[in-house]
């Protein structure tokens, strides 16, 4: 394949960029993007500036693998997602957990059946998954056939499931490590490999929870010590494909706890976003009663094209339009909405004032709303003067992004509250975890079950809050109402800025942290904090339990006094920079106003003062 590349025009490519294509060509164990590479290669080297320009970004340095893994878009070359890549990527991991189980510290572990096997003897065992985007179920296979070929024990899922099957399946199997292959949500472009650590590896609070430093540093040192894949055996067979019993015990999990007796009277419509996590989240809501469930057709089976929508982001505007339309149709009382891979889950309800009179909950809502469940199901009802929680008590935990209602919920409670750097895997690794959540649709409400975010069982716990709802007189939205007259109303709203350059990123964080916004929404800024240097989070009155620290992170925090909080930081899987409004209205008794007047007032003040803080937001960024 190398003797295809002929000499390049001088100035058309840099040395260093000729250098590494022939490199990579040479090893590269795909023909499609030998082919593709070689194909830019000869349009670079007949004058074509475009190509030039793409083959340089390829090759400018090595899709770095952190705390998310792997992500980015398909293609050929050291910069992109490809089979070369995930190869070391599976090397790295492999030689990672054989000297982590080789180290003496971590001895024994658990077969399938629970019987007790010897650390000394027990080869690494690595769970594997994939979606099925494009090149999903090669990279799974490879995976499969390198750490066969070290030695492990590699067991691959049989067909393409949901992200939270895959978590379930680190833990329910004692695994040392799992990996999925997704890139969740993002564009159709993009692959990606995330990575969970269990099994006699991680053996505390974060077992069976995605890597998190300094587990992504040890793992990349062996990924970079990797000089070419034909150093990286492979074997050709032995690896285990798992059949159908480990998604029949995640689905038995899920619906473990009896369902509300009204849950078979909703009528609820689903999206799959063109994803994976269609059966699987139809077979969860029938197992826990729903019977009346329709599905949105053209987007229920798995095209890595997703040809209906821009993103395939419940998030983002458009995407559950055609939910929306099916809803509408058929008078549904809900609509669940979850991304390609399932361990997000978006929910819509009937609401006269929004536009086609059905309105998406923010995060932030759903987040609440399962938090008081998850709270009332350990408390029972919320107290006026609930005492400071115990030591020990069950922990609700969401990211310093998310709305600070969480915190409200667990002091009503008496439970403790903790906030957590953005992602889940901060937040399922959490001491005594009850609940977590994150405002991008996650939410792990079994985290006994699944120590991550996830979709399906988010949608699960939703149908019976609903129906508990219904049960009570009132619905989603009603419930809403109820806690903003208990907490005082929590608002938030997103500000998101997508740049092709991300040099202007890191330009605009430089920017606020040397000089900030002085004010917001025409209130003074109080507080500003570097979260480089990271957070001390304050429990002056001892309801929260206790003072914490959260380790630093990339982002800049900005308080008023008047219940305004502002957090701005880089996306982590997009080139996106993020602002995350959230404020606090509180309203009091009012005797003389009707519920509804008073909850609307509030409802109304908030949404002003969130646009007025987003101009301003938008002002200090500047992009």
Not at 520 to 544: H, I, Q, Y
Request: contains cysteine.
């Amino acid at each position: 394949m190398a003797s295809g590349l002929g000499p390049v025009d001088d100035g058309a490519l840099p040395d260093w960029v000729v250098s590494r294509v022939r490199a990579w060509v040479r090893d590269d164990p795909d023909e499609a993007t030998v082919a593709e590479v070689t194909a830019l290669f000869h349009a670079a080297e007949q004058g074509d500036p475009a190509a030039a320009a793409e083959l340089t970004d390829r090759f400018s340095g090595t899709l770095q693998f952190g705390t998310a893994g792997l992500r980015g878009a398909i293609g050929g070359g050291s910069n992109r997602m490809n089979r070369a890549v995930v190869i070391r990527a599976a090397a790295g991991l492999t030689t990672y957990l054989l000297e982590a189980l080789a180290d003496g510290e971590h001895d024994g572990g658990h077969e399938p059946d629970g019987e007790p096997t010897s650390g000394a003897t027990r080869p690494p065992r690595v769970v594997i998954g994939y979606d099925a985007r494009h090149y999903s179920r090669v990279f799974a296979r490879d995976t499969a056939a390198v750490v066969t070929a070290a030695g492990g024990e590699a067991l691959l899922l049989r067909q393409e499931w949901p992200t939270p099957v895959l978590a379930f399946a680190v833990r329910h199997l004692d695994a040392d490590a799992g990996v999925m292959v997704t890139a969740s949500h993002n564009p159709a472009a993009d692959n990606g490999y995330k990575v969970y650590l269990g099994g006699r590896v991680v053996t505390d609070s974060g077992q069976g929870a995605q890597i998190v430093p300094p587990y992504d540093a040890a793992i990349a040192a062996h990924i970079a010590a990797i000089k070419q894949i034909a150093d990286v055996p492979r074997a050709e067979d032995g690896w285990t494909v798992l059949d159908d019993d480990v998604h029949r015990a995640y689905l038995d999990a899920l619906t473990a706890r009896p369902a509300h007796p009204g849950v078979g009277s909703l009528r609820v419509v689903t999206t799959a976003m063109h994803g994976v996590g269609g059966p699987t989240l139809t077979s969860a809501l029938v197992a826990a009663g729903v019977t009346d469930l329709h599905t949105v057709g053209a987007q229920a089976d798995p095209d890595p094209t997703f040809p209906t929508v821009a993103f395939p982001n419940p998030e983002e505007a458009g995407a559950m339009d055609l939910a929306f339309a099916l809803a509408r149709e058929l008078d549904a009382d809900l609509v669940i909405a979850v991304d390609p891979d399932a361990d997000r889950c978006a929910v819509a309800v009937p609401d006269p004032a929004a536009e086609g009179g059905w309105r998406r909950l923010t995060g932030d809502e759903t987040g609440a709303l399962l938090g008081e469940a998850a709270a009332g199901a350990l408390t029972g009802p919320a107290l006026p003067d609930a005492p400071p929680p115990a030591a020990d008590s069950p922990v609700l935990a969401c990211s310093i992004v998310s709305s600070r209602h969480l915190e409200a919920i667990a002091r009503a409670h008496g439970l403790r509250h903790r906030a957590t750097l953005t992602g889940f895997k901060w937040i399922s690794r959490v001491p005594d975890l009850a609940f977590g959540y994150e405002e991008a649709l996650g939410y792990c409400v079994a985290p006994d079950v699944v120590r991550d975010k996830d979709g399906v069982s988010a949608a699960v716990a939703v149908v019976n809050l609903l129906a508990q709802a219904k049960a009570d007189g009132t619905d989603l939205r009603g419930v809403l109402d109820a806690l903003a007259r208990r907490d005082g109303l929590f608002a938030s709203a997103p500000v998101t800025v997508r740049v092709e350059d991300l040099a202007l990123i890191a330009e605009t964080m430089t920017r606020l942290r040397t000089a900030p916004p002085a004010t917001l929404g025409g209130s003074a800024v109080t507080r500003v904090v570097d979260l480089a240097d990271g957070l001390d989070v304050p429990d002056p009155d001892g309801r929260t339990g206790g003072a914490y620290r959260v380790p630093p992170t990339d982002g800049v925090w900005l308080e008023t006094g008047d219940g305004v909080r502002v957090v701005v930081r880089p996306s982590g899987t997009e080139p996106k920079l993020k602002a995350y409004l959230d404020v606090h209205v509180p309203i009091g008794d009012a005797p003389t106003l009707a519920h509804g007047d008073v909850v609307t007032s509030a409802r109304s003040l908030a949404a002003r003062r969130l646009a007025a803080i987003g101009a301003d937001v938008r002002a200090a960024v500047g992009l």
